[in-house]
């Protein structure tokens, strides 16, 4: 059973930044495409960026980086330059195969879920 556990929101102003840390079960990483999605209330799950090979949804483009230590089996989600708009409830989740397709933003992909932790942004 894979468990993800996230870490690392919180509330920072426009132009901050925040390292989120996704904890994951061993061998996690070798086994399943390791992703970040977000969801604002009254919007749809969205697809933020997925690992391996690392790629971002058009919006945090330049801004996020992902990346994973599998010798601590933790995934990250570095953001830079938050925007409101990036206020969410972000999830790490993991799924399908050990390399993400061009299937990685749906949510469908992915058979286990973090419970989430909240990023807010004020102007």
């Known amino acids: 059973q894979v468990q993800l556990q996230e870490s690392g929101g919180g509330s920072v102003q426009v132009g901050g930044a925040l390292r989120l840390s996704c904890a994951a079960s061993?061998?996690?990483?070798?086994?399943?495409?390791m992703a970040w999605f977000r969801q604002a209330p009254g919007k749809e799950r969205e697809g933020v960026a997925a690992?391996?090979?690392?790629t971002y949804t058009d919006s945090v483009v330049g801004r996020f980086a992902i990346s994973r230590d599998s010798a601590t089996n933790t995934l990250y989600l570095q953001m830079t330059s938050l925007k409101p708009e990036d206020t969410a409830m972000y999830y790490c989740?993991?799924?399908?195969?050990?390399?993400?397709?061009?299937?990685?933003?749906?949510?469908?992909?992915?058979?286990?879920w973090g419970q989430g932790t909240q990023v807010t942004v004020s102007s």
């Open positions: 061993e061998y996690t990483f070798s086994t399943y495409c």
């Open positions: 690992v391996w090979p690392a």
């Open positions: 989740a993991a799924g399908g195969r050990w390399y993400c397709t061009s299937s990685w933003r749906l949510p469908g992909q992915y058979n286990y």
